[in-house]
């Protein structure tokens, strides 16, 4: 079976099994502290840039998803902060030498945001800790089921996104009608 076929399989035309639903609430919840803690971010803060915040490398990460012009205004929105908040964040790292500005050559009033050598650099390392742990938290998994659960975290991610994470693509009425996120 091929990653395509999984994902794009329709859905099963039962409803989950609420033990299925209760397994996976549970496993979400105790997830849910692992990343509230933030220990991968956390870990290769503390191994590769000492001086920097989780935010830091929230910015960071967020400006690789951004489509389009990577702007003050579209990190801020992309990491769901305030736009001060997102200003001074690459403010900071504007200071750092990890981000500069650039006029925008579509409007020469916009400011866009790019990572620096340093930034590019930084990064690529902060990635690299991070797959590193998350390999040896998977070491032991048997390659199918690894392979098999990438592409089922995968496709569970993309629908929770699709629900809960991009309002801009649906109304405010279907957004008022879907099941909100369990704590």
Not at 34 to 41: A, D, E, K, M
Not at 97 to 112: E, N
Request: no cysteine; proline share 5%; aromatic share 4%.
């Amino acid at each position: 079976m091929t990653s395509k076929s999984l994902l794009s399989r329709k859905p099963a035309a039962a409803s989950p099994s609420p033990e299925d639903v209760a397994r996976v609430s549970e496993m979400l919840g105790r997830m849910r502290i692992l990343i509230g803690r933030r220990i991968i971010g956390r870990t290769a803060i503390a191994n590769i840039a000492p001086g920097l915040e989780i935010s830091h490398l929230d910015v960071l990460d967020v400006m690789r998803r951004i489509e389009g012009e990577v702007t003050v205004g579209a990190i801020a929105e992309a990491m769901r902060i305030d736009p001060s908040r997102g200003s001074r964040l690459v403010a900071d790292l504007v200071a750092r030498g990890i981000l500069r500005r650039d006029a925008s050559q579509a409007d020469g009033r916009r400011s866009l945001v790019v990572r620096t050598e340093l930034g590019d650099s930084l990064l690529a390392e902060i990635r690299s800790v991070k797959r590193s742990l998350l390999a040896r938290v998977l070491e032991d998994w048997p390659e199918d089921e690894l392979h098999t659960f990438s592409l089922l975290f995968e496709k569970f991610v993309s629908s929770y996104e699709e629900i809960f994470v991009a309002p801009e693509k649906s109304s405010d009425d279907e957004l008022s009608e879907a099941p909100r996120p369990m704590p």
